[in-house]
């Protein structure tokens, strides 16, 4: 089971996902497979719906099916990815962590099948910034956890605390958090040089990179790449189209990100095909 802070949405997911070699199902927030075609995408993306109390009390009984759904997944050593925090904000901030992986981590190690055996893996995810191309994102993965750090036979309620204070501490060390820097402009323009200048130093490792961003040490300066600003000209305006489509879509700024992800993957061969017919009316004309 991975368990990751999250703090842009179900962009979160897709970015995990797409660095790991096996399938993967995740939790995501229970409102958005409220409408019928959209749980179907959403299922088939292996998505697996989680209700909060604030999308309403009689949805909560729902969340025991998608407990079970879990733990068939890991009796099949297959890989479960929940965001520890229930909610997304984008910042750099961590909130109180919920109970969810203590659920699902206590039902499988008490059961008689494979899933006996499974491994906790925390993940921290770290943005530059939310809104806007070219940002850098890491994604560290943590040391994993396991059946024997925990008395999880005992009070859930002690289990549940214990367990998140180790992740808490955890996602610390994995992923850049402090609740002050989005509201300084300053420090938060010194950060996205800094992590810039941190990602493309690909002797450190993820954990370090992070240390040296706590430490907030003067950024390196490196020089901007020809290919970089090649590839920057061919996708800005495509992106500035995304970008001005997305709130069209869906109005909460939480999804914006994703939804402009979304968009550039799903049209990016149309805008290909676009861009080529072009270029060949202009090279015929010439």
């Known amino acids: 089971m991975l368990v990751a802070n999250h703090p842009n949405s179900f962009l979160d997911a897709v970015l995990i996902g797409a660095a790991l070699h096996r399938p993967t199902h995740f939790l995501a927030r229970g409102d958005a497979f409220n409408h019928k075609t ?34 068939n997944i890991l009796e099949k050593n297959k890989i479960v990815l929940i965001f520890a925090e229930g909610i997304s904000e984008n910042n750099w901030e961590l909130r109180t962590l919920k109970k969810g992986p203590a659920r699902i981590a206590k039902k499988a190690w008490l059961s008689d099948s494979d899933s006996k055996n499974m491994q906790i893996i925390p993940v921290g995810i770290t943005y530059e910034h939310f809104i806007g191309e070219g ?8 040391k994993p956890l396991h059946k024997e750090d925990f ?23 994995l992923a850049f958090i402090d609740h002050s820097i989005e509201k300084n402009k300053v420090a938060l323009t010194n950060f996205s040089h800094h992590l810039n200048a941190l990602t493309t130093n690909y002797r450190m490792s993820g954990e370090a990179i992070i240390r040296d961003l706590y430490q907030n040490k003067s950024p390196i300066k490196i020089k901007p790449r020809i290919s970089f600003i090649s590839a920057s000209l061919l996708f800005r305006p495509f992106y500035a189209f995304c970008f001005w489509m997305a709130p069209k879509i869906v109005k909460q700024k939480i999804f914006l990100d994703s939804i402009i992800f979304g968009l550039f993957i799903l049209l990016w061969p149309l805008y290909l095909i676009i861009l080529g017919s072009l270029l060949h009316l202009i090279l015929n004309f010439i």
């Open 38 to 71: 959209a749980a179907k995408i959403l299922s088939s993306l292996n998505m697996l719906p989680v209700f909060r109390l604030s999308e309403g009390k009689e949805n909560l009984l729902k969340n025991t099916e998608t407990f079970d759904a879990c733990q």
């Open 151 to 173: 008395d999880y036979q005992k009070n859930e309620a002690l289990f549940v605390k214990e367990l998140n204070e180790i992740l808490s501490n955890t996602f610390k060390k």
């Open 135 to 142: 940002k850098n994102i890491l994604i560290n993965i943590g």
